[in-house]
């Protein structure tokens, strides 16, 4: 054991028992009962109770051999803060606190729990060496993968790992970008790209590309220039800031080879999607 984290926790154990002493009679009777502690119900068993009254934690914490990183919030009701400032006193070198100001014990908000899981997994990495990421096994260069919960979806590109979701306006949790905005992503991507490589190649001093996209529907009535004339269509806005010492010419021209960039072009021409069940 190299590190361990503590959140809103009590010095004794048994300084929680009084949140649970109206059951103590069913605990006795049945060896498990229902509590409600933070306005959340737990199933607790007997022999859990039994663990709480024996544990004395001062010299586990006093001989522990590992980093410590206390977490607790003043405005903690369940666990007063006096209990962080014991774990802490008892604690030996490397031992670190933080103040989760605003939180209550069970971090309900989840800018509370978000902000904490980074705080622990900035600290930790001291202390342990970075985790691989697990696989999605898969013989195509990407894969993605969605479980239970809305709408996280973990992808795998190559050794890059990144994530997906929906804005917390439409049920999601926004740990990720949105698909449409990947989608803005790669084509700014290869637009930033493309114009780099065709200003070396030429010799140019492109010092920096800024690329703005926004995507929407607009009816297609109001495009004069598009083939489809009736509904809506996709509509992608990309506005790009070109810095060095470029003169007009050069900025047009750039300005032409940012829609031969191979996203651009194959958002324009026909794509064809094959999909199949895997067994």
Known sequence: ??????????????????????????????????????????????????????????????DLKAALLVLHSPQ????????????????????????????????????????????????????????????????????GRIETTPYLMEFQIGAHHLVADEPASVGGQDLGPDPYSFLLTALGACTGMTLRMFAERKGWDLQEVRVHLQHGKVHAQDCAECETKEGKIDHIIRVIELEGNLDATQRQRLMEIADRCPVHRTLHSEVKIDTRLEA
């Open 1 to 62: 054991m190299r590190a361990v984290a503590t959140i809103g926790a009590p010095y004794q154990p048994e300084h929680v028992t009084h949140l649970f002493e109206a059951a103590q009679p069913e605990l006795e009777a049945r060896g498990v009962a229902e509590v409600r502690i933070g306005g959340r119900k737990f199933t607790l068993k007997k022999q859990f109770v039994e663990d709480v009254a024996r544990i004395k934690t001062g010299h586990l914490i006093r």
């Open 76 to 143: 903690d009701e369940i666990v007063e803060i006096d209990n962080a400032t014991q774990l802490f006193k008892a604690a030996q070198h490397p031992r670190s606190f933080i103040s989760l100001d605003g939180a209550d014990h069970l971090l309900s908000r989840p800018a509370d729990s978000l902000y904490v899981g980074e705080a622990i997994a900035a600290w930790v990495s001291r202390y342990l060496d970075a985790a691989e990421a697990i696989p999605l096994p898969s013989a195509y260069p990407v894969v």
